[in-house]
């Protein structure tokens, strides 16, 4: 698998009492798994959620994709900073998040901002706001005819291992602390989900969200050059990429 460090920005009450209004924001850095780009690499069958695509590597997108637990702490790190816990869910742009991706065999160190989308299930929709018309076109392939982002949160959970599926079967919230109610043997829920049980794996698909990264700008560090080379990539207003050579 290809991986790389996602941060993000969380709020934390600063106060000594819970209803203060001061807060502190905290750099959070996990690393994740690329799982592809929108609508990459579809194959020619029918768990692909949709339609399958000839020419599937020119009707991809740039926004790369990787997914979560819609319960886990980098979902409400990507709502808005400024939504209250009882807020409705927001359509304006997405978070910003980072990447760092580094790429050891060629020397090379790629730091990516992008926005950050969270596509849930329906039902997850009350705490995550849904893509609005608009991010939804922007965000998928450039060919859009007979995409459906649900199908695609579909098709990236049916590339999964059976044993990353029936990590979606938790009862608790991830990073959580441990009880013993959480102590169904997972290699089960492994077994009934291979074996076609339609309730867990609706279960798994209630709590499986996708995060979408668009790009908006990138920095290139090359470090096996000699001299090394820098370059950056900023996407403008038009959607174009404006290049410019930098100082490593």
């Known amino acids: 698998?290809?991986?790389?460090?996602?941060?993000?920005?969380?709020?934390?009450?600063?106060?000594?009492?819970?209803?203060?209004?001061?807060?502190?924001?905290?750099?959070?850095?996990?690393?994740?798994?690329?799982?592809?780009?929108?609508?990459?690499?579809?194959?020619?069958?029918?768990?692909?959620?949709?339609?399958?695509?000839?020419?599937?590597?020119?009707?991809?997108?740039?926004?790369?994709?990787?997914?979560?637990?819609?319960?886990?702490?980098?979902?409400?790190?990507?709502?808005?900073?400024?939504?209250?816990?009882?807020?409705?869910?927001?359509?304006?742009?997405?978070?910003?998040?980072?990447?760092?991706?580094?790429?050891?065999?060629?020397?090379?160190?790629?730091?990516?901002?992008?926005?950050?989308?969270?596509?849930?299930?329906?039902?997850?929709?009350?705490?995550?706001?849904?893509?609005?018309?608009?991010?939804?076109?922007?965000?998928?392939?450039?060919d859009g005819a007979n995409f459906e982002w649900e199908a695609e949160r579909v098709r990236v959970y049916e590339k999964l291992s059976w044993e990353l599926k029936a990590s979606f079967l938790g009862r608790s919230v991830p990073g959580s602390r441990l009880v013993a109610d959480d102590s169904e043997k997972r290699a089960d829920l492994e077994k009934r989900l291979e074996l076609g049980d339609q309730e867990l794996r609706a279960a798994a698909l209630k709590n499986f969200a996708l995060i979408v990264l668009e790009p908006i700008s990138v920095d290139l560090v090359q470090l096996k050059t000699k001299p090394h080379h820098r370059f950056s990539w900023k996407k403008t207003a038009s959607g174009d990429w404006e290049e410019n050579e930098l100082v490593p």
């Open 1 to 142: 698998s290809i991986s790389y460090c996602l941060s993000t920005v969380s709020r934390i009450n600063s106060g000594a009492d819970s209803s203060s209004n001061s807060y502190e924001y905290r750099a959070e850095s996990r690393t994740v798994v690329h799982r592809g780009f929108v609508n990459d690499r579809r194959q020619h069958d029918d768990r692909q959620g949709g339609p399958s695509v000839e020419g599937h590597q020119d009707n991809s997108n740039e926004s790369l994709l990787v997914c979560t637990d819609v319960r886990s702490p980098k979902v409400d790190q990507l709502l808005p900073l400024n939504r209250t816990s009882d807020a409705a869910p927001s359509p304006q742009s997405g978070t910003l998040a980072s990447i760092c991706w580094w790429f050891s065999p060629t020397g090379e160190q790629y730091r990516i901002q992008a926005r950050a989308y969270v596509v849930s299930a329906e039902s997850e929709r009350g705490r995550v706001a849904g893509l609005t018309a608009e991010q939804a076109k922007r965000l998928g392939p450039r």
